[in-house]
């Protein structure tokens, strides 16, 4: 009886610094974060910001920052740690974002995620590994139409809006990682929601819409042409 207890004890403390190892110590990361992150994210992740309205007369500010927003609820609860493992490690080529490996160990990426969490208040979001399917020409047009003018032509991305054709980007992120952006924008920035129904919306895009975006964007993807051709082909696109 007690030799079972004390079995039971030992597995559940193996496994909780099983499970702090590979989370990361975020008061390292914090460390880390502040001397190689924040002079383009922000001490507090606050990033380019420009609080919503900045567009549209609401009197927002810039801040002057040119990383995206980091510490933003709506990215953290759509961002695994993978998303962001990936991201800081292979970075955003062309881009101010650099990869990280090579300057950061492994263990710095967990520390440094680990801070970052330590923003996050709302829960997870549970993210779909399925792919979205839509059309791409249909897509481009809207694109064309209410993206071009902060993620730049084809989406290679501007000073206002990060850039959407980067394979650093689309390595890391999810069909439904880009879908959900767009139907739920990023609270409080200029990325404002675009699905049809939400008072914070601008323009009204429908779920097909959004869909449509989401495939054209995935055309960028150098690695998914093998699992967008038959389809194109197939539709005619
Ligand atoms: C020189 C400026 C700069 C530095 C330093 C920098 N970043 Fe970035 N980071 C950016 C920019 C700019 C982007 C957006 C990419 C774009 O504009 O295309 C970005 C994007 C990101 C993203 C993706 C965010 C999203 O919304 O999907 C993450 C995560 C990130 N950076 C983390 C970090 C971490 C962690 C560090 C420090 C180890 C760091 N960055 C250092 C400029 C920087
Ligand atoms: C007014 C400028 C603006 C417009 C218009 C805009 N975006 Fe954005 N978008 C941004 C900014 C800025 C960010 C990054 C937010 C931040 O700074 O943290 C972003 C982030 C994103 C991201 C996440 C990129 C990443 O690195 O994680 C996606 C995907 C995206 N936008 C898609 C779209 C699509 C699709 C449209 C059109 C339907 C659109 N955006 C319209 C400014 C804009």
Not at 191 to 216: C, H, W
Request: overall charge neutral; aromatic content about 8%.
């Amino acid at each position: 009886m007690l030799k079972s207890k004390v079995l039971m004890i030992s597995v559940l403390m193996v496994s909780v610094s099983a499970l702090s190892a590979f989370a990361g110590d975020a008061k390292k990361g914090e460390g880390l974060y502040q001397t190689n992150c924040s002079p383009c994210h922000g001490d507090k992740g606050q990033g380019r910001g420009g609080p919503m309205g900045w567009f549209t007369g609401g009197g927002g500010e810039v801040s002057g920052l040119i990383g995206n927003q980091l510490s933003n609820q709506t990215f953290l609860s759509m961002a695994t740690d993978e998303y962001l493992r990936k991201s800081i490690l292979e970075g955003r080529p062309d881009r101010p974002m650099i990869p990280w490996k090579g300057t950061l160990k492994n263990s710095d990426v967990n520390d440094i995620i680990a801070f970052m969490r330590t923003w996050q208040k709302e829960p997870a979001l549970k993210m779909s590994s399925e792919p979205v399917w839509g059309d791409p020409a249909a897509g481009k047009e809207s694109f064309n139409s209410f993206c071009y003018e902060c993620h730049g032509k084809d989406g290679k991305g501007t000073d206002l809006g990060p850039a959407l054709n980067n394979q650093g980007f689309l390595n890391a992120a999810s069909d439904d990682f880009i879908k959900q952006t767009i139907i739920r924008g990023r609270t409080g920035t200029v990325m404002r929601p675009f699905i049809k129904g939400d008072p914070d919306a601008n323009v009204d895009l429908d779920e097909s819409q959004i869909n449509d975006i989401t495939a054209y964007i995935r055309t960028w993807d150098k690695n998914a042409k093998s699992r967008l051709e038959p389809w194109l082909m197939k539709t005619g696109k």
